[in-house]
């Protein structure tokens, strides 16, 4: 039985297109470029194949050929809420929200 916070292929293809950068006039590189990564789209060059969370919260990401955490993203805190941000402008249902912050912290390697 499929949960309730699952989307079926067409379903990901809309939240796709909800939240393609180039829907957002002031989205930055960086930006695009995490929200390629939580969707395994390549929406940036270069692409991010990583992030992690330091213990002292703050983000890392690991790009396309590089090797290891070499980029600083900034502040957990100001990335979830820039990412909660995105997700409120692309007027997303319920259940695209859910979906999108599961894929996060899935991602994020946040239990």
Not at 6 to 28: A, Y
Request: charged fraction near 25%; hydrophobic fraction near 40%.
């Amino acid at each position: 039985m499929a949960r309730s916070d699952e989307l079926t292929l067409e379903e990901l293809e809309v939240l796709k297109q909800k939240l393609h950068p180039s829907r957002f006039s002031n989205i930055s590189g960086k930006m695009s470029a995490i929200v390629g990564f939580i969707l395994d789209e390549r929406y940036s060059d270069p692409v991010i194949v990583d992030m992690t969370v330091t213990s002292d919260s703050m983000v890392l990401a690991q790009r396309e050929g590089d090797c290891g955490m070499n980029d600083f993203i900034g502040a957990f805190v100001d990335m979830w809420h820039n990412w909660k941000g995105l997700l409120w402008a692309a007027e997303l249902t319920d259940k695209e929200r859910a979906w999108c912050r599961g894929k996060f912290n899935a991602k994020l390697h946040i239990n």
